[in-house]
Every structure is written in C-alpha cells, then in structure tokens.
C-alpha cells in the first residue's frame, strides 16, 4: 500500500528565506509525483508535475526533484514571500490513483 | 475552459437528508478523481472514472455514497442518509491518462 509522508508537518520562516519540503513515499512504482498548493478553505493549485522519468522541475521560485530509487522528493522555494503562505501538498500517482500526504503548514513572516 | 468546476461551493443538511453535489471537469479530460478531505489532513481517495467507466472504489465510499459519471462528462456524487461524520470537503479533480491534475473548487459538506 502506497503511503505519503510529509516533514514538517508545519513551518514558519522569515520573510526572504530559502526552505525545502519534503515527501517521501513507500513504492517507488510510480507513474509521476505532484506539488500542489492549498489555500484555507479552498481547492488545490497544481504547482509542479514530475513525471517517474524525470530528476526535477522548476517553475519560477519553485524547483521539485525527484529520486524515485529512495522514495523522495522535496520542493524548494526561494527569496519566500508571505504570499507563499499555505498548505502544501505532495501526491504520487501509481495505478491511476492519485494518493496525498498530509500536507506541510506553510507560514512565512512578514 | 475555466478549469474543473464543483457546485455548489457550501451545503448545509440535515442529518438524514440526501445531497448530491456535481463535478464539470476540463473538457479533454477522460479521467475524473472524487476525494474527500478533513480538517488538517490530506485528501483521502473515493473513486475514479475513466469515461462514463468507474473503475475503482475505495473501501471510504460505503454503501450510502455513489458516483456517476454518465457519457463521460460531468459527474455527480450522492451522500444517502448524512451523517454528521460525512461533513468535510469533497474535491473533484480530472486529468488526461498519467498526465497533470487539476482540481475544482470543492464543494464543503456540513451535516448538522
């Protein structure tokens, strides 16, 4: 059974400051791995998708890497604003099913 | 297109009474994903369709939950006899085969 675990389960930093979350699953099986951002009380953002072939995948601020072998991914997030401020969600995608973590409690002070 | 679209946004119902809420996915999409999210934790898988195809289901969805997807369009999921530990948010989410997914707004079930 595919399970997902994120650390920290929160974070606080100072406005500016680089930080890495991570995620780590227990089959390495997968079809691709994906970042997403929740706001309270809202829906998921798609942040960055990386599929089971690939090593990383940057998008702006952001860079996920992948390294399917130790069942682990982390996305960093550079110069963070409080904007950056959220929930964010790693899932992996094995057998057409998507499964999640819990979750990283993101707070970035002004 | 405007994404995957769940309606409506807030419902609030009696225990005992039937809901059914609706999901719009992206219009080339051929997968459609239901899961169920609770305070502080991640979102918890329901089922998925492929097409008009529902082609698993989780040991969550008990006997009072269904979900259709007719003609491989939109879906609706229905909750028979609520119960105050069905409130939470159901998300809806669709994708192409293996591809990125996109998730709706959700749709937040109180039960009171």
């Known amino acids: 059974k595919q399970e997902v675990t994120q650390i920290p389960a929160a974070l606080s930093v100072p406005e500016g400051e680089n930080l890495v979350l991570n995620c780590s699953f227990t089959?390495?099986?997968?079809?691709?791995l994906q970042w997403f951002r929740q706001d309270p009380g809202k829906g998921l953002t798609s942040l960055l998708l990386i599929q089971s072939s690939q090593r990383e995948q940057t998008s702006g601020r952001l860079n996920a890497s992948l390294d399917k072998s130790s069942g682990r991914s982390t996305l960093y997030i550079a110069a963070s604003q409080p904007g950056d401020s959220a929930t964010y969600l790693c899932a992996v995608n094995r057998d057409d099913k998507i499964i999640f973590g819990k979750g990283t409690r993101l707070h970035i002070l002004p | 297109d405007t994404g995957v679209s769940q309606n409506p946004r807030h419902k609030i119902t009696k225990r005992g009474q039937n809901v059914t809420f609706r999901c719009d996915p992206i219009?080339?999409?051929?997968?459609l994903y239901w899961y169920r999210q609770t305070l502080g934790q991640g979102p918890e898988f329901l089922t998925y369709?492929?097409?008009?195809?529902?082609?698993?289901k989780s040991r969550l969805l008990s006997d009072r939950f269904s979900a259709e997807r007719p003609k491989g369009s939109f879906s609706t999921l229905e909750i028979q006899r609520t119960e105050q530990g069905d409130s939470a948010m159901y998300l809806c989410?669709?994708?192409?085969?293996?591809?990125?997914?996109?998730f709706g707004q959700g749709t937040r079930l109180t039960v009171v």
């Open positions: 369709f492929q097409n008009e195809a529902q082609l698993e």
């Open positions: 089959d390495s099986a997968i079809y691709n």
């Open positions: 219009s080339e999409h051929n997968r």
């Open positions: 989410a669709s994708s192409s085969t293996g591809v990125e997914a996109f």
